[in-house]
């Protein structure tokens, strides 16, 4: 399977925990984004990535949020001191920087924080 | 900033019937790119067709094509002979453009509209 992976696919977690998550994007793509969805809602842009360089973070991301990128291949999503609003599902999405940035997505991560 | 609306919350089309689903969007950008996902119940997101907006003639692909008008920054989708499998959520999504904007890569998703094919 050569398609955008997210692991893990669930997450059930108490408020106050610390969660992370992780994205290995399609092999030849330079860029990485996250995402939040809600129920209902369509995904909301947290933060993306060109190679290893974190380019854009949206205000969304407070700072009990982190991504990394450390090699330029996988990326991983940290939480800390989970909130009940946390509760989501994350999504990623891979591209090839060009003309047209087309990216492709993971199957997500539903966090549920209880 | 970008803005992406989806009017129509949910809709219902009988199997092998035509459903246009609408999208309209609001930005200052002068090159971007429209996209169509669909998502499945329960399964990820996948691509249905996109638009150069710098490009006059509509995108298809064989049975989804779009009706793209760049002055009343409308950009519907149209399903050709609705199948059961196309039930899913459908998002409208705006990209600014990669050359000379430091707003590259931005997505930005409309509420998305749940289709319903119904036998």
């Known amino acids: 399977d050569t398609g955008v992976s997210q692991d893990p696919r669930h997450k059930i977690t108490k408020r106050g925990q610390n969660v992370t998550f992780r994205c290995d994007p399609i092999?030849?793509?330079?860029?990485l984004y996250w995402y939040r969805q809600t129920l209902g809602q369509g995904p909301e842009f947290l933060t993306y990535?060109?190679?290893?360089?974190?380019?854009?973070k949206s205000r969304l991301l407070s700072d009990r949020f982190s991504a990394e990128r450390p090699k330029g291949s996988f990326s991983t999503l940290e939480i800390q001191r989970t909130e009940q609003g946390d509760s989501a599902m994350y999504l990623c999405?891979?591209?090839?920087?060009?003309?047209?940035?087309?990216?492709?997505f993971g199957p997500g991560t539903r966090l549920t924080v209880l | 900033a970008q803005t992406v609306t989806q009017s129509q919350p949910e809709m219902s089309v009988q199997e092998a019937e035509t459903v246009t689903l609408s999208c309209t969007y609001d930005?200052?950008?002068?090159?971007?790119?429209l996209f169509w996902y669909k998502q499945p119940p329960s399964r990820q997101m996948i691509l249905v067709i996109r638009?150069?907006?710098?490009?006059?003639q509509n995108a298809t692909e064989n049975r989804f094509s779009v009706n793209f008008q760049k002055a009343a920054k409308s950009f519907s989708l149209k399903i050709s002979d609705s199948q059961l499998g196309d039930t899913a959520m459908y998002f409208c999504?705006?990209?600014?453009?990669?050359?000379?904007?430091?707003?590259?890569?931005?997505?930005?998703f409309g509420d998305g509209t749940t289709l319903t094919v119904k036998p």
């Open positions: 990535f060109q190679n290893e360089a974190q380019l854009e």
């Open positions: 930005t200052s950008e002068s090159n971007y790119y």
């Open positions: 092999s030849e793509h330079n860029r």
């Open positions: 999405a891979s591209s090839f920087s060009g003309p047209v940035d087309t990216q492709y």
């Open positions: 999504a705006f990209v600014p453009s990669e050359w000379y904007n430091t707003n590259a890569g931005k997505s930005t």
């Open positions: 638009q150069e907006a710098y490009k006059q």
